[in-house]
Structure formats: C-alpha cells, structure tokens
C-alpha cells in the first residue's frame, strides 16, 4: 500500500494540467531574412511579438567566413525592437545575421540565423540556422512545479468545497473533520510546498544556464542566478512566487500544529491559504504565452488565470482525493464506507463539473488566440501535442464516467473507487509529454501579410549627403536613421502640417562616424509628416534638410491580430460556463432579496439611473476632453504647404530682406515665441504686421509669403 501510494505522488508531480507556454517571434524585420540589397542599410532592425529581456539578448552581424562585423542589442526606447548600427565600409558580399532574442514572458531565448546579400546573388546555401531546442530541465522543472501547486490549490479545494460539505460536523472543533484526515491533508499540503520550493529553485538554475549559455556550476558559484533574478522579468515573477511559496507554507505549518491549541484557527488558515495558493498559480499566468497573446493580452491572461484555476479545482482536488480516502474510510465499517463515499463523491463530482466547464471554454478561448488555420492543429508541433493533450484528458474523463457508475452496476460495470480513482490520476498524469512539448514549442505563427516597405530618402545640401531612413514608417514609436559624413552634430524636429505642429528639437545620436539615430513616438497617426534634419559640419556652420512622409497605418509592425466572431462566441461561452458554475451561490443571493414590487421598482429605477449618470458622465469627460483639445491646439484655417528645406530657407530669407522691416525689441519677442507660434499667425503677421512691425509688402505671392513663415521660423535657431 504505501508502494502504491508512493508511486502515486510521484505521478501527482507530473500533472500540470496547464495551457501550454511559448515564446514570441518577429513581426517585421528590416532587411527581410534573404533580402538583397544594393547598398549597406544604416541599421538592421527587428521587431518582436512579444518584449525583450535587454541584458540577455544579443544580436551579431558577421561575415559568411564567421568574422565578426557588429552587434547590437534591445532597443532601449522600445522593448519590442533590436537594433544593430551597420558599418559604412560594409563591402560587397553575404551577411549572416545570429539574434538570440530572451523573450520577458517566458524566459526562452530563441537563437535564429538569418542572412542578407549586398551587392550579389543570393546563395541558397547560407542563413536559416538556429531554433529553439527542448530543455529537458525546463521540462522537469515546470512538471514538478505545476504539479505540486496543483496538487496544493486541489487540497484546499477539497477541503472546502468537497469534505466539509461531505463530512464536516461541528463536534470536530479543529477544521470540522477527522484529524486523522486534518492530518492527512496537511501531509499532503506540505509534501506540496516542499517539492514546489525544489522545482522553483531548478526554474532558477535552468533559466540562468539559459541566458548566460552556461553550466551549472558556473550559474551557481559565480553569482549568475544573482544577475537573474534582479534583472529580469523572469526573476521578478520567480521572487514573487517564492515568497508566496513561503506564505503558504506558514499559513499550513501554522494549520497543522494549532490542531490542539488554536482548533478554532484552523478552518479560517486553510480558507486564507485557499486565496494565497490562487494567487501563486496566478504567477504562471504572467509567464505564459497568454502574456504575448496578440488579441486582448490582459483578458487572454485572466482567461489562462481561470483556465489554471479550474485545472486544480478537477485535477488537483481528484489526486488529494485519490490520496485522502485510503486513511479516512480506514476506520470505518464496510457499511459505512459506501455511504461515506457516495457522500464525498457526489460532492466532488458537483465540483469537478463547474471546474471542467470553465476549463473547457477557458481552453477554447485560449487555443482560438493563436489557431489561424486548420494546418495550425495538425501541422504544427504545438498543435499535435495540444492534441495528444486533449485525447489524454479524453480517456480520463471516459475513466471518471466507469467510475462514478460504482453504485449503479447494473448500468454499467464499475471499477473499485479507489482504483478508479487512481486510474484517473494516471492518465492525467500521463500528460506531462505533450504538455512538455506545448511548454517548449513555439505557437502558430499568424500571417500579416506583406507590409510596405521602410520609408527611406537622400538629400544633398551643398557638399552634404543626407541619407534618411523611418522605420517602420507607421504610427507609433519610430526610429530615425541618419547617415551625414562630416557632420558633428543632428538635431531633428517633426511637424504635422495637417494640425500646424511640430515637436521640441531634438537631438540624435552618433552611433559610428556619421551615423545619427533617435527613437520618436511623436508620429502618432497616419498622413503627411515631415522631419527637419539640422546638422553642423566642420566649419561650425549649420545646414537644413528636411524630408516629407506619407505615413500609412499599415506600415507599423503587426502588434494585434483583429477579434472574429469565433473569439466572441468562445467568450460568450466563457461568460456562460463561469455564470452556470456560479449558479448556486447566485441563487442563494437571489433567495436572500427581497422581491416585493416596491423594491424591485426601486432597485431597477436606481440601477437605471446609475447607468444614465454613468453614460452621461463618460459622453460629457470624452465631450469635454474633445473640446479642450480643439481650444488648446485647433486644426489651422490654412496649412503650410512649403518644405522647410534649405532652398525654402534661402528663397524666405531673400524675400525678408527685400520686403520686410523687422527689427528692435518686436522681433526678439517674435522670436521667443516662436515655440507657441503656428504658421498661420506667422503668415498672417506677414499680411498685417504685428505691434511695432509693419506688414511685409511688395509683390509676394502667397507661396512666397509660406517661404518667409519658413525663414521666420528659422531665427529661433539663431540663422
């Protein structure tokens, strides 16, 4: 018997019956993986699925003989984005790109080699190297890990809504049962907590190996999982769980060893415990895949909370029950068995029922977040292990429905409970291979079709050569690439001439000689934008550029996926699962209020009244909001359509100094205001004068009265 128990516990920490982890991949790259260039880009650019760990990610550009060339790393404006500055010696030949991106979500690093050809034909032989390989100790750990908090959250479980309900009389003062079976359950919380703190602990020492690439020994005796744990998403999801592990553990020692003293404590600990170990299965959540889910990430995550939840409410509470009824019916007559039995079981069974609902309809929600396409579940490794994962659960609820025909054998042959039972934990337990594969493969990738291809321009100002790259080129956060020989120092300015805007001055910065760069999120919406690139060369002498862009929605790295009827029908069927196993403790609510007319009224008038100041408070901030930008910076009655380049600056201050008269104490306030100014008070005080400045007159056209705004505008930096 204590063989058999004991082999069982081995299976209990092979059962994480949780949805499954991967890792993020990239979303848009520049240059694309086999591009062929004609001359070297600026910088390469990557962007990810899902955010970065800047201290263990890498990103090296080499030669087809291996040489080194550059390297790079995580962007530090932008989470998402790795970025490598490229040499502008870059010669002719193949490029062999190596990332090895360190996901924040789950800790995985997925090295991939890719490749480039500048100024040749591809060679078909190169690049596609890497991959992500199966960590046996990631496999090891997440199985104990999951298992044993698993195995703790159904103990409670059991406990609460299963035992006590089943067994519990008041005349057992020390949590309402046994203390045969107090003891037992506290047993089996604490054999838990104990393998959960070693599994933590292998989740450390793995992951360390993982970013440093490094054995054991040097993880453990040179202070890596140190750098680990304060440094990274991961040790700080790791730190919380740790903590939480200890909390539980003193909730449970404190509910085992006041049995005899505090007998009154001990049903409120294990109810206090029930929330901790809930929040400590929460800690997985903010590590899966639902933390890089593309549709709804914070739902996806709530939805994986649940999903978790209701996997340790079934298969949790089942393998505490499978290890509880040998010690509880051991004292019992074979009479009283039966009866006892049937008491836990039918109670379980109402559990097990509401848990497998919500499991369903969790999973399906989730599983429809990365499933495209058919060839998604059967093409893919994750798809076949997901799969096996269901056909395994399958037989097991196949074994629970034999089983719980024990007292109707006329119906349905029945096996022995406990071997039932036991039969039930082994095929769940049996679930450790595909799960293991789902922790290790990567999720289905989504298609976002071909997106348009960086916005990039040249310009020569005199001597100068400007060279300008904006990627990606959409709303949101940008980076801007400049390559100016000669130059010793950039600044850059964005306008809006559709909302008569432009942002502070800018400075970028030098990454080689003559390579500029800075990140913006300033272009926040699709349309015409410009930048104003000022640089200084040797001479000290300062020179203007400036480029135009169409900006396109669709050029911006694929961060979302759109939501189809399929992801509303399986939350519907959530909501409908989660109210359906909530159906008790509602009715009781309802039986507890008062139906009489008069209240129903009253209830109903002021929830509706409630709704309306609600709605009308939420349409009067949004009205308001709206108007108080409107007032603070209206779209303009006539935009600037001149380019502020260098020929619109020579072409302005030409026509200022042949028609305008400005001078004196004016003109320095015009020019401290010039940061609050808009074009179009510009171009009017050049119609109509301004104080003591007379209007600027002559034949001007309306074109060249737009150069001298330009010229205007200018001063401020001291031209």
Same mark, same amino acid.
Request: overall charge neutral; proline content about 6%; aromatic content about 8%.
């Given at each position: 018997?204590?063989?058999?128990?004991?082999?069982?516990?081995?299976?209990?920490?092979?059962?994480?019956?949780?949805?499954?982890?991967?890792?993020?991949?990239?979303?848009?790259?520049?240059?694309?993986?086999?591009?062929?260039?004609?001359?070297?880009?600026?910088?390469?650019?990557?962007?990810? &699925?899902?955010?970065?760990?800047?201290?263990?990610?890498?990103?090296?550009?080499?030669?087809?003989?291996?040489?080194?060339?550059?390297?790079?790393?995580?962007?530090?404006?932008?989470?998402?984005?790795?970025?490598?500055?490229?040499?502008?010696?870059?010669?002719?030949?193949?490029?062999?790109?190596?990332?090895?991106?360190?996901?924040?979500?789950?800790?995985?690093?997925?090295?991939?080699?890719?490749?480039?050809? !500048?100024?040749?034909?591809?060679?078909?032989?190169?690049?596609?190297? %890497?991959?992500?390989?199966?960590?046996?100790?990631? $496999?090891?750990?997440? +199985? !104990?890990?999951?298992?044993?908090?698993?195995?703790?959250?159904?103990?409670?479980?059991?406990?609460?809504?299963?035992? @006590?309900?089943?067994?519990?009389?008041?005349?057992?003062?020390?949590?309402?049962? *046994?203390?045969?079976?107090?003891?037992?359950?506290?047993?089996?919380?604490?054999?838990?907590?104990?393998?959960?703190?070693?599994?933590?602990?292998?989740?450390?020492?793995?992951?360390?190996?993982?970013?440093?690439? &490094?054995?054991?020994?040097?993880?453990? #005796?040179?202070?890596?999982?140190?750098?680990?744990?304060? %440094?990274?998403? #991961?040790?700080?999801?790791?730190?919380?769980?740790?903590?939480?592990?200890?909390?539980?553990?003193?909730?449970?020692?404190?509910?085992?060893?006041?049995?005899?003293?505090?007998?009154?404590?001990?049903?409120?600990?294990?109810?206090?415990?029930?929330?901790?170990?809930?929040?400590?299965?929460?800690?997985?959540?903010?590590?899966?895949?639902?933390?890089?889910?593309?549709?709804?990430?914070?739902?996806?995550?709530?939805?994986?909370?649940?999903?978790?939840?209701?996997?340790?409410?079934?298969?949790?509470?089942?393998?505490?029950?499978?290890?509880?009824?040998?010690?509880?019916?051991?004292?019992?007559?074979?009479?009283?068995?039966?009866?006892?039995?049937?008491?836990?079981?039918?109670? #379980?069974?109402?559990?097990?029922?509401?848990?497998?609902?919500?499991?369903?309809?969790?999973?399906?929600?989730?599983?429809?977040?990365?499933?495209?396409?058919?060839?998604?579940?059967?093409?893919?490794?994750?798809?076949?292990?997901?799969?096996?994962?269901?056909?395994?659960?399958?037989?097991? /609820? @196949?074994?629970?429905?034999?089983?719980?025909?024990?007292?109707?054998?006329?119906?349905?042959?029945?096996?022995?409970?406990?071997?039932?039972?036991?039969?039930?934990?082994?095929?769940?337990?049996?679930?450790?291979?595909?799960?293991? /594969?789902?922790?290790?493969?990567?999720?289905?990738? *989504?298609? #976002?079709?071909?997106?348009?291809?960086?916005?990039?321009?040249?310009?020569?100002?005199?001597?100068?050569?400007?060279?300008? &790259?904006?990627? *990606?080129?959409?709303?949101? =956060?940008?980076?801007?690439?400049?390559?100016?020989?000669? +130059?010793?120092?950039?600044?850059?300015?964005?306008?809006?001439?559709?909302?008569?805007?432009?942002?502070?001055?800018?400075?970028?910065?030098? @990454?080689?000689?003559?390579?500029?760069?800075?990140?913006?999120?300033?272009?926040?919406?699709?349309?015409?934008?410009?930048?104003?690139?000022?640089?200084?060369?040797?001479?000290?002498?300062?020179?203007?550029?400036?480029?135009?862009?169409?900006?396109?929605?669709?050029?911006? *790295?694929?961060?979302?996926?759109?939501?189809?009827?399929?992801?509303?029908?399986?939350?519907?069927?959530?909501?409908?699962? =989660?109210?359906? &196993?909530?159906?008790?403790?509602?009715?009781?609510?309802?039986?507890?209020?008062?139906?009489?007319?008069?209240?129903?009224?009253?209830?109903?008038?002021?929830?509706?009244?409630?709704?309306?100041?609600?709605?009308?408070?939420?349409?009067?901030?949004?009205?308001?909001?709206?108007?108080?930008?409107?007032?603070?910076?209206?779209?303009?009655?006539?935009?600037?359509?001149?380019?502020?380049?260098?020929?619109?600056?020579?072409? %302005?201050?030409?026509?200022?100094?042949?028609?305008?008269?400005?001078?004196?104490? $004016?003109?320095?306030?015009?020019?401290?205001?010039?940061?609050?100014?808009?074009?179009?008070?510009?171009?009017?005080?050049?119609?109509?004068?301004?104080?003591?400045?007379?209007?600027?007159?002559?034949?001007?056209?309306?074109?060249?009265?737009?150069?001298?705004?330009?010229?205007?505008?200018?001063?401020?930096? %001291?031209?």
């Amino acid at each position: 018997m204590r063989l058999r128990h004991a082999l069982l516990c081995a299976l209990v920490l092979l059962l994480p019956a949780l949805p499954a982890h991967a890792h993020g991949f990239i979303v848009r790259a520049l240059p694309e993986d086999r591009a062929e260039l004609e001359r070297a880009p600026a910088r390469l650019r990557y962007w990810f &699925s899902e955010s970065l760990e800047p201290a263990f990610s890498t990103l090296t550009l080499r030669r087809q003989d291996g040489s080194v060339v550059a390297e790079g790393g995580v962007d530090p404006d932008n989470p998402l984005q790795m970025n490598l500055s490229v040499p502008a010696d870059l010669q002719d030949g193949v490029y062999l790109v190596d990332l090895r991106p360190a996901f924040a979500s789950d800790g995985h690093v997925v090295p991939e080699t890719r490749v480039f050809f !500048l100024g040749q034909a591809a060679d078909a032989a190169v690049g596609g190297g %890497g991959g992500y390989a199966i960590e046996p100790l990631e $496999a090891l750990w997440r +199985a !104990l890990l999951y298992g044993s908090c698993l195995l703790l959250l159904g103990t409670h479980m059991l406990y609460g809504a299963v035992l @006590l309900p089943a067994w519990g009389s008041r005349a057992q003062r020390a949590g309402g049962l *046994p203390a045969r079976v107090m003891s037992r359950l506290g047993n089996i919380a604490l054999a838990a907590l104990a393998v959960a703190f070693v599994a933590n602990l292998l989740a450390m020492l793995q992951q360390s190996m993982v970013f440093f690439a &490094s054995d054991a020994g040097s993880v453990l #005796f040179e202070g890596l999982w140190q750098v680990v744990r304060i %440094g990274s998403r #991961f040790g700080d999801v790791w730190t919380a769980r740790f903590l939480l592990l200890l909390l539980c553990t003193a909730l449970v020692v404190l509910a085992v060893r006041w049995r005899r003293h505090h007998p009154e404590q001990v049903r409120p600990l294990w109810a206090a415990n029930l929330w901790v170990v809930a929040l400590l299965l929460g800690t997985f959540s903010i590590n899966s895949h639902a933390a890089g889910s593309l549709r709804h990430p914070w739902l996806a995550l709530l939805v994986d909370w649940l999903h978790t939840l209701a996997a340790a409410a079934w298969s949790g509470a089942l393998v505490a029950l499978a290890l509880l009824l040998p010690v509880a019916l051991r004292p019992l007559a074979a009479s009283q068995r039966g009866a006892a039995t049937q008491a836990v079981l039918r109670h #379980f069974t109402w559990l097990a029922l509401r848990a497998l609902a919500v499991l369903t309809a969790s999973g399906l929600f989730s599983a429809l977040n990365w499933l495209q396409r058919p060839s998604d579940l059967t093409g893919t490794d994750w798809g076949l292990a997901l799969l096996a994962k269901l056909a395994l659960v399958t037989l097991s /609820l @196949l074994a629970a429905a034999g089983q719980r025909k024990e007292f109707r054998p006329s119906r349905w042959p029945a096996l022995p409970v406990l071997a039932g039972l036991r039969l039930e934990a082994t095929l769940l337990s049996l679930t450790l291979v595909p799960l293991a /594969l789902l922790a290790a493969a990567a999720v289905p990738q *989504p298609e #976002f079709g071909p997106a348009p291809a960086a916005p990039s321009a040249t310009q020569r100002v005199a001597e100068n050569r400007v060279d300008i &790259s904006l990627a *990606p080129g959409g709303p949101g =956060i940008n980076s801007l690439d400049l390559r100016i020989p000669g +130059a010793t120092q950039v600044q850059v300015q964005v306008v809006a001439p559709h909302r008569d805007w432009r942002s502070a001055w800018l400075e970028a910065v030098a @990454l080689d000689e003559g390579l500029y760069t800075l990140s913006t999120d300033f272009i926040d919406d699709e349309g015409h934008w410009q930048t104003l690139v000022d640089f200084q060369v040797g001479t000290g002498a300062t020179k203007r550029a400036a480029f135009a862009w169409e900006i396109e929605r669709e050029a911006a *790295p694929g961060a979302s996926l759109p939501t189809g009827i399929q992801h509303g029908l399986a939350t519907l069927l959530l909501a409908l699962a =989660i109210l359906w &196993s909530m159906h008790s403790p509602l009715r009781c609510a309802l039986r507890w209020l008062n139906w009489q007319p008069t209240t129903l009224a009253t209830a109903i008038g002021a929830t509706l009244a409630f709704g309306l100041i609600v709605g009308l408070g939420v349409a009067l901030v949004a009205r308001n909001d709206a108007a108080w930008r409107e007032t603070l910076w209206p779209l303009p009655t006539i935009v600037n359509p001149e380019l502020a380049d260098a020929a619109s600056l020579a072409r %302005g201050r030409s026509l200022y100094d042949e028609h305008c008269v400005w001078e004196g104490a $004016a003109l320095e306030e015009i020019v401290t205001r010039l940061p609050r100014l808009r074009d179009e008070q510009l171009f009017a005080m050049t119609q109509e004068g301004w104080r003591a400045l007379p209007p600027c007159t002559g034949d001007i056209s309306e074109s060249g009265r737009w150069h001298l705004v330009n010229h205007i505008r200018s001063l401020q930096r %001291g031209r």
